[in-house]
Each structure stands twice: as structure tokens, then as C-alpha cells.
């Protein structure tokens, strides 16, 4: 039962656009636009794969990362995340939900500054703080309302995102499944991926820790013992994943897929929302 009604939105206009991404891969998504949305920004959602023949329907909410996602940034990993939606949705059948909402929220400017405020060595949470921010502000009721519109009430959600699963939860989406996203582990988004961990992200710091392994630099086995050590390695500017990957590599789910661990009952899932 939703904690509140969502006010109703409707659709626009379809439009079937053929893709071929950087990497070759090719696919045909049908974009949708809509009208009524709360917040009155442009989000479209891709209709990939068949969604109609399949109960649920994989759904991701890819919150827009200019940076990450057109020009390759190395900072996060905003565009291997959403290069493994596009083939993953497509394989199964579902909606990839683009919003508009540019570094966690605080638009691309503030985003920019708060990589300045980073390089100095604060994390990308408070970062955020030190700019007059919330950690996150992303608000998933255009989400909930695109979704509803779309007829897609009850959904599979790749993520590994506690909270869009609280909130689409409260708006009146049913999670029936959470479905962990690959991890996309570099040497250069290491510090940024440890930090989304220690954020909530439950099933990223369980990638995390199996990616270390028992020798990496996660150290002891056991979530509260890597996370500490992770902090320390991020500030000691030394966290070095085992095995690190190109993001080329990342790209292909395929090659390694993510956790195979089903969430824990309760254990709020989804994904690693933008930077
Ligand atoms: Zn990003």
C-alpha cells in the first residue's frame, strides 16, 4: 500500500529509436515522453526488449551523468551502469527510466564543484554536504508516476539502491524482485564506488568485499571489517581493488556478471545512482 498517491501522468509520444552504442552493440528502444510529471523536467523512459510479454518487467532508473555518461568519465560509474541496463533490459524486456537529475540531484554545475571539493579530499557525500546539499537528493516520484503510467506497477529493479526501493515502495511500486547491478570496479572510481558502499548500498559493498577477496585489502572477512578497511585505504588514497577492471571490460556484463547472492528478505536493493 503507497504511503501517498501519486498524481497521475500520462503518455506523450513514442517514438522507436534504433541505437548502436559505443562499443557496437545495437538494440531498438522505443522512447517515451509524457506529460504531468510532477517536477516538470524532460525523463524519458526506453522500452526495451518485449515488457509486455513478461511478468515483471526489469526496470532501471538511471539518474543522468553528463559526465559519465557521454564523455566517459572515469570518476564514477554512471556509463558502464548504464551500458549494462541497455543490454540487460533488452535481454529480459523492461523500461530504462533516464531522470533528469544530474549528480545525485545538485545539477552539473554543483556536480563539477564538488569533484573540486573532492580532490582536496572530501568523499563524494560530503562533498555534497559542503555545498549547502543534501548526500542525495534525487526525488523518484516522476519515476513512480512514469512507471505508473507505462502500466508497469509491479517490476523487477536493477539496482543496488536502498532507497529507490523505499520510495518507489511508498509511491506505489512493487518490488518484486531486486536485481543486483555488475560491479564496475576501476582504480579510478575505487575511493568513489567504497564510498556509494558505505552510503547503503548493501549489495555494492558485498561486491565489493568479493572482489577484494580474502587478501585483497578488504582484509578480515566480514562486511564491517572491509568496510572499515576500506575507509582506511580510501584515505590512505591506497584502495587498490584485487583485480581491477578496464571499464571496456565492464561494459560486458556477460563476461561478469554481479552478485549471485539473492538480496536477504528485507535486504533493500538496486542500484549506484549517479555521482
Ligand atoms: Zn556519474
Known amino acids: 500500500m503507497a504511503d501517498r498517491a501519486v498524481q497521475a501522468a500520462a503518455i506523450r509520444r513514442r517514438i522507436r529509436i534504433p541505437l548502436r552504442l559505443a562499443d557496437g552493440y545495437s538494440t531498438t528502444a522505443t522512447v517515451v515522453s509524457f506529460t504531468g510529471l510532477t517536477d516538470a523536467q524532460q525523463h524519458v523512459a526506453l ?50 527510466l533516464y531522470l533528469r537529475q544530474e549528480g545525485r540531484g545538485i545539477g552539473l554545475y554543483d556536480k563539477l564543484d564538488a569533484y573540486a571539493l573532492q580532490d582536496r579530499g572530501l568523499d563524494t557525500y560530503d562533498a555534497n554536504l559542503a555545498l549547502g546539499h543534501r548526500a542525495d537528493e534525487r526525488d523518484y516520484t516522476s519515476a513512480a508516476q512514469m512507471l505508473h503510467a507505462l502500466g508497469a506497477n509491479r517490476i523487477a529493479l536493477l539496482s543496488n539502491n536502498p532507497d529507490k526501493v523505499a520510495q518507489l ?43 577484494a577477496g580474502p587478501a585483497g585489502p578488504a582484509g578480515p572477512a566480514g562486511p564491517g571489517a572491509s568496510q572499515a578497511s576500506g575507509q ?25 556478471p554481479g552478485p549471485q547472492v539473492p538480496p536477504d528478505p528485507g535486504d533493500s536493493a538496486t542500484h549506484c545512482g549517479s555521482c
Do not use: M, W
Request: with cysteine; hydrophobic share 30%; charged share 25%.
Open 47 to 96: 522500452e526495451l526488449g518485449r515488457p509486455g510479454t513478461v511478468r515483471p518487467p526489469l526496470v532501471r532508473l538511471h539518474s543522468e551523468c553528463l559526465t559519465g555518461d557521454v564523455f566517459g568519465s572515469q570518476r564514477c560509474d554512471c556509463g558502464p551502469q548504464l551500458r549494462e541496463a541497455v543490454e540487460r533490459i533488452t535481454d529480459r524486456g523492461g523500461y530504462l
Open 169 to 211: 515502495g511508498r509511491l506505489g511500486i512493487t518490488i518484486a524482485r531486486q536485481v543486483p547491478t555488475a560491479l564496475h570496479l576501476t582504480e579510478t572510481n575505487a575511493a568513489y564506488l567504497a564510498t556509494k558502499a558505505r552510503g547503503g548500498h548493501d549489495l555494492l559493498l558485498r561486491s565489493l568485499d568479493r572482489a
Open 232 to 256: 582506511r585505504n580510501q584515505a590512505d588514497g591506497r584502495c587498490r581493488p584485487a583485480h581491477p577492471r578496464p571499464v571496456a571490460d565492464c561494459a560486458r556484463p556477460a563476461s561478469r
